[in-house]
């Protein structure tokens, strides 16, 4: 299932729909836009808005409507410090929100999957791996991945300390001057927060150097985990993966 704000980098959706062709899998798309035109959710406005957060609506109701008992996900726990509260198996009530306060323990690795009806889990596979593990892993299993995570040449402007990607998505302000940068994206979401970092990396092999040396983790060009201290804790409560 993909979470679809329609705030997307052109590249991702591209790749996205080339591996579900290859694969010949069915994908279930939750869209923000429909929640928005349903009344569902708000959209914000002005300088720095983003539909991040409205992402939570959709998903749940699409677990709903496809009755999930289980949504898997990538989260890791040195990825941002809410996520380090996470266990394995996640437990979410029937309104599907987190209570980081009352988690099942999961001793010796033993997981509790009991649920009543309405509730289900988000369960985080490589939720010890960090990110040196992940790009390990995928040079060794030959994985595709998008291009965006590979340097290259790209319109860009500084927002809050971030390199922001330009997109018709995004509404630039009076004193943000556009200029051409070579960078790569380390995380890949909606278009709207998602920060790049100047990079020289076009290979598996350098972006794993390049990792080795970095001293930011790759949500350190999120601006949507920037909001408030506790800004992502915020919205795991409320249902957001």
Sequence with gaps: MHVDTGHNFSETIAFRDELIKKRGVKLIVASVQESIDKGRVEEESGIGS?????????????????????????ARRDEEKARAKERFFSHRDEKGQWDPKNQRPELWNLFNGKKKDGEHFRVFPISNWTEMDVWQYILQENLEIPKLYFSHQRECFVRDGILMAKTHFVQLAENEKVTLKKVRFRTIGDATCTGAFESDATTLEEIIDEVASSRITERGGRSDDKRSDSAMEDRKKQGYF
């Design 50 to 74: 983003s539909r991040n957060a409205l992402q939570t609506t959709s998903l749940l109701d699409a677990i709903e409507q496809y009755q999930f008992d289980c949504a898997i996900g990538g």
